[in-house]
């Protein structure tokens, strides 16, 4: 009862000595003071959570952390603790960081109290509590953000990015004798100098509100995105600094992140933004474990430019051309990864960069290939060498794929499309899909089947029947039909045609698949296709 009377005063003068260059008392001293010993006390030990972890208390307490010390003071085992008021101490840092700038002291203690609960609480906590930056960062928001808008929200509040009456005034004018428009002028100049402005007509003035309560609208939607999108990343890493950061985890912030902000918000995050995405991008990569040292921010930096967030980089990092940081960057992935794999970890903070090279084909000048184009000693240019060690380094991990950590889903989709993309990759990304479902059997999820059932619709018929294979080993008696592979049950004529028909009604079959009027239904959509042997 007396911290709860006490707690708001005491956290108000805190955050007013974090400026001060002295204080005249030690607030750790306080707050233990505040906690008797062996007192066992898990309320006033919650309550005083925030107080624990505010920077004027940390920068007394410099070795580990000032909370937990004070739990242990108290008799209480922090574990028992953190996870009987797991809830309550959830509920504490998201009203405070939505109730807080990211600049201020509280979001700082709440930020560091999500570094005690992930320290204590492992991975089950840090994936519930990224939930919030999975909340925050709205790449939908952020989607809806124009350029313009972006404008007005920089403008001060009560001032108008758009004046709508100094719009009117060449209508209005177009009608008038310059003897008119001069007179109207000197009078405006005559207004100004004397610190008035010109008498507004109703219209006007309606025009003018009208204005003000649309920019405000856009100002408060933008305001509430950029708000967002800070506080999601400094979840992020406030996670990712808390000790070791496992597979799981890095897998979800990796998401959030890259999918989320980087490629959901595009220019509208770098503006709202800035480098605040590359510290987050940086924090990944420090606990990216299996990861050369040297090679982390390498593929960091490599993640930005290559989604054109080139101007949240520092200098240093721009002036090596894309193709030369990714050819040096994969040279040695490639003959890392082939001696010993990579961990979860490590390999889902590659696995953007690896996303980003397949969608640009690579980088550096594309080599034409004349009659020398099947000789294996003809010298590939550098584009073709990153798709193909890409290639290479999934296949060294497709063997992990009994591995929920890993981002199976999205290895799948990269196989695919780079064999439906670079038909010179077609064998080797074939091996590695049918190795990587192997590898999942028994394990794989809903996410995984429809992967590789998306696959069924490629326009090459030897992508179809990569898929067919590795459908082999996945679970699909939960269908009850599937129009994907229904589509690829008639195909006649060509000898591949019929080797695909095959295998489709092997899978057909075997997985008691009946033919429905959903089946029909679902049929339809596909009659637009682009491949005729997919209309067909």
Not at 298 to 307: C, E, K, N, Q, S
Not at 432 to 445: F, P
Not at 473 to 484: K, M, P
């Amino acid at each position: 009862r007396l911290w709860a009377m006490m707690a708001p005063v005491v956290l108000e003068e805190m955050t007013a000595s974090v400026d001060r260059d002295s204080v005249p008392y030690k607030w750790t001293r306080i707050l233990r003071a505040v906690v008797p010993r062996n007192c066992g006390s898990v309320d006033l030990l919650e309550a005083m959570a925030l107080a624990a972890n505010h920077p004027a208390a940390l920068r007394e307490h410099s070795q580990g952390s000032f909370w937990i010390s004070l739990v242990q003071q108290a008799g209480i085992d922090p574990g028992e603790l953190c996870h009987g008021r797991l809830s309550e101490l959830k509920q504490t840092i998201r009203q405070t960081m939505v109730d807080n700038t990211t600049s201020s002291a509280m979001f700082t203690a709440a930020m560091s109290l999500v570094k005690d609960l992930v320290f204590v609480c492992g991975d089950y906590l840090a994936l519930q509590l990224l939930e919030f930056a999975r909340e925050d960062i709205d790449p939908t928001k952020l989607a809806a953000i124009s350029a313009e808008d972006i404008e007005v929200w920089q403008t001060p509040a009560g001032q108008l990015h758009f004046d709508p009456v100094s719009s009117k005034e060449p209508e209005r004018n177009s009608g008038k004798k310059k003897d008119d428009l001069w007179a109207e002028q000197l009078e405006r100049e005559i207004a100004l100098k004397k610190g008035q402005a010109r008498k507004l007509t109703k219209e006007e003035q309606a025009l003018v509100e009208r204005q003000h309560a649309k920019e405000n609208e856009i100002r408060a939607r933008v305001d509430s995105s950029h708000k967002g999108l800070h506080r999601g990343l400094a979840l992020i890493r406030a996670v990712a600094q808390s000790s070791s950061v496992a597979s799981a985890c890095m897998l979800t912030s990796v998401r959030i992140v890259v999918d989320q902000a980087i490629i959901g918000g595009k220019s509208v995050s770098e503006r709202l933004a800035g480098a605040e995405i590359y510290s987050t991008m940086l924090a990944l990569s420090r606990v990216a474990d299996g990861l050369e040292a040297g090679l982390r921010v390498p593929i960091a930096v490599g993640i930005l430019r290559a989604r054109g967030f080139a101007g949240v980089v520092p200098e240093d990092w721009t002036r090596e051309s894309m193709e030369d940081l990714a050819t040096r960057v994969y040279f040695r992935l490639r003959v890392s990864c082939e001696a010993q794999a990579l961990p979860a970890a490590g390999f889902n903070f590659l696995l953007p960069l690896m996303k980003v090279t397949a969608e640009a084909g690579g980088w550096g000048r594309k080599a034409k290939r004349g009659v020398e184009e099947h000789d294996e000693y003809a010298v590939m240019d550098h584009a073709a060498e990153q798709l193909t060690m890409t290639v290479d380094i999934l296949g060294f991990h497709a063997h992990f794929g009994q591995s929920e950590d890993m981002p199976r889903r999205e290895m799948i989709e990269l196989l695919v499309k780079l064999m439906a993309e670079q038909a010179m990759l077609l064998p080797a990304c074939r091996a590695n899909l049918v190795r990587l479902a192997e590898a999942m059997e028994d394990t794989d999820g809903p996410a995984e089947r429809d992967a590789l059932i998306a696959g069924l619709t490629r326009a090459d018929s030897a992508v179809r029947n990569a898929c067919l294979a590795a459908l082999d080993f996945a679970d699909l008696t939960e269908l009850d039909h599937s129009a994907e592979l229904w589509l690829n049950v008639g195909g006649t004529g060509a000898v591949a045609l019929e080797e695909n028909a095959e295998l489709a009604r092997t899978l057909w079959a075997d997985n008691g698949m009946e033919i429905s009027p959903e089946l029909i239904a679902d049929i339809v959509r596909f009659l637009n296709h682009q491949a005729s042997e997919i209309r067909s």
